[in-house]
């Protein structure tokens, strides 16, 4: 398994609010990317305190204490999500709004889990076909709007988070599992890496990584292309290999 990732200011905010985490051993990868929220108190401690729950959770990973059960182990993550969920919501969110988005993706073997909340996304490449495999908690994404109100891109609304870790007591997030073939490839990024790359240039990025001989020249281009674009945001994304 390889893998490289970045996790930078951009060339507008003055702070980045992301962070990231990628490790791997022989059997098992572990990686995840955070936003916190932008605009809002303590947004950058909110993704780190996630990031730094998340750390914890793998230096104590051993497949044979959950006696090698994918379930638990997947389990078992969504509670280390659960608990920074409660310490920020305890601590920060008072007088205040603070929260942070996640997208975790976990493999084990051949099977993966991708757990999230928010608008951070996981993407995998199989085949020739980029699929995006989470969904954007935004508020035109919600259940019961009609076409045209999703459509509406004047509203004030569009485009809003309507979940997010840390803003609630009891946190709500996606989990979805599925088996992986050898010729996938994931990314996972934050809004400031698909907001300023399009998907034709995302999907010519993870085809590329598939033969290249060194991730972190990919890696580095899709760099360049955000930062040509404007880089209006915090750029965080790993490419998983």
Request: glycine share 8%; with cysteine; net charge negative.
């Amino acid at each position: 398994m390889e893998y490289v990732g970045i996790s930078e200011t951009g060339l507008v905010r003055e702070m980045n609010q992301d962070a990231i985490l990628m490790h791997a051993d022989t059997c098992a990868g572990f990686f995840a990317v955070a936003d916190g929220m932008g605009g809002h108190s303590h947004g950058e401690w909110a993704s780190r305190h996630i990031i730094m729950e998340l750390e914890v959770w793998w230096k104590q990973f051993r497949a044979t204490s959950y006696e090698n059960d994918f379930r638990r182990m997947t389990v078992s993550i969504k509670q280390a999500v659960d608990q920074a969920n409660r310490e920020i919501y305890t601590t920060y969110n008072r007088m205040t709004i603070c929260g942070s988005t996640i997208a975790v993706l976990f493999l084990y073997q051949n099977q993966y889990c991708i757990l999230y909340a928010g608008d951070s996304r996981v993407y995998q490449y199989q085949g020739n076909e980029l699929t995006l495999l989470t969904i954007d908690e935004t508020w035109e994404n919600q259940a019961g709007l009609s076409p045209e109100e999703r459509k509406d891109f004047l509203n004030p609304n569009y485009g809003k988070l309507v979940n997010a870790i840390g803003t609630r007591e009891t946190m709500r997030c996606r989990i979805l599992t599925g088996v992986w073939e050898d010729d996938s490839l994931f990314l996972l990024c934050t809004d400031g890496l698909y907001k300023f790359c399009t998907n034709k240039e995302l999907k010519y990025y993870m085809k590329k990584s598939r033969k290249a001989d060194n991730l972190g020249n990919i890696c580095n281009q899709i760099r360049d292309t955000v930062y040509r674009n404007g880089a209006g945001d915090n750029v965080s994304y790993i490419i998983v290999r």
